[in-house]
């Protein structure tokens, strides 16, 4: 007995230019992957929803592991061509219905479905079942758009293949949510702050230098000393956050760390700071009244670089 695992997934806007009902991604001794439109009859340039599935596991937590690395190769692929995907959840793996039908009411036997048929309900997010008796899916749902290469989608898929060995942190995995996100919004300053705020979820923790984090501990110190009661805890408070870096400082050492590519002609650090202060401007602009308000052309003129400067420090994190 084998295994299969099946993902339905959407994604907004966009649709890749496969001109097909299936298309394969993977054949090889061990699992055999497509690609397929989310509904019968229908042409994969044609839908937003989708389907991949996988198939000759020898067991279900096998087909569970490649469910799962399939979509985290999709979702790098998807983001790395400009658009947004949703695969839904992957914590439960069993679908709701699988079962042998042995008189099909009407409606299943108007969707093709027979008399001793398994019929397994398919679900938004990854389902894994054993692969015979063969099942036949029903998805209960019905549900506009870019055309993308399929060539370079499929080189961006190859791609995250090859760095798809490890698992993703939960930090990882949160911030290629964000980052899908921000692909299905069509709202320039709101999809800024969503790519900005992905680089601060991959973030570590980071104190000050040395000596800028003595001089604070000895200011500290010194506010202890004193007796001005809630003067006093309000200057500790700020003394002690102060220890830990600024999210933009942080930011530019940890990124100028891991990323040697310039960004719009400027060095990693220097473009981030860039980005993120237009980011400020957008959130803060009531406490900084003297800086305008980035407008939605200036925010378009950064947004591809700042997409590419987000999924490059994506694949060199953890």
Not at 19 to 45: F, N, Q, W, Y
Not at 187 to 208: F, G, K, M, S, Y
Not at 234 to 250: F, G, K, M, N
């Amino acid at each position: 007995m084998t295994y299969s695992f099946r993902n339905r997934f959407t994604i907004f806007d966009d649709r890749l230019n496969i001109d097909a009902h299936i298309h394969e991604l993977a054949d090889t001794g061990v699992e055999h992957v497509v690609l397929r439109a989310g509904t019968s009859g229908t042409m994969i340039k044609d839908t937003g929803d989708l389907v991949v599935e996988g198939s000759r596991y020898p067991d279900e937590g096998s087909a569970v592991a490649a469910g799962r690395e399939w979509r985290r190769a999709l979702t790098v692929a998807f983001a790395r061509s400009h658009a947004g995907a949703d695969f839904g959840p992957d914590d439960s793996v069993t679908p709701s219905t699988d079962m042998i039908v042995p008189n099909p009411p009407d409606l299943f036997a108007q969707m093709g479905i027979d008399p001793g048929d398994r019929i397994v309900s398919d679900e938004h997010g990854l389902l894994v079942v054993t692969s015979e008796p063969r099942p036949k899916f029903f998805f209960m749902q019905a549900h506009g758009a870019v055309a993308r290469g399929d060539e370079q989608f499929v080189a961006n898929l190859n791609n995250a293949r090859e760095r798809s060995g490890q698992n993703w942190s939960p930090e990882k995995a949160l911030a290629h949510r964000v980052v899908a996100s921000a692909l299905r919004d069509t709202n320039p300053e709101t999809q800024h702050i969503q790519l900005t705020t992905a680089v601060e979820v991959l973030l570590q923790q980071q104190d000050r230098p040395q000596d800028v984090f003595d001089v604070l501990s000895q200011f500290i110190n010194d506010v202890e000393q004193g007796d001005e009661g809630d003067i006093k805890k309000r200057l500790l408070d700020i003394l002690r956050e102060d220890l830990e870096e600024s999210i933009s400082r942080a930011a530019c050492d940890q990124l100028l760390a891991v990323l040697t590519d310039t960004y719009d002609g400027k060095t990693v650090d220097t473009f981030f700071r860039r980005v993120y202060d237009m980011r400020s401007r957008l959130l803060h602009r009531k406490r900084r009244k003297k800086e305008k308000r980035p407008t939605p052309t200036e925010l378009s003129a950064v947004h591809f670089e700042l997409l590419r400067m987000v999924l490059d420090f994506l694949d060199a994190s953890e």
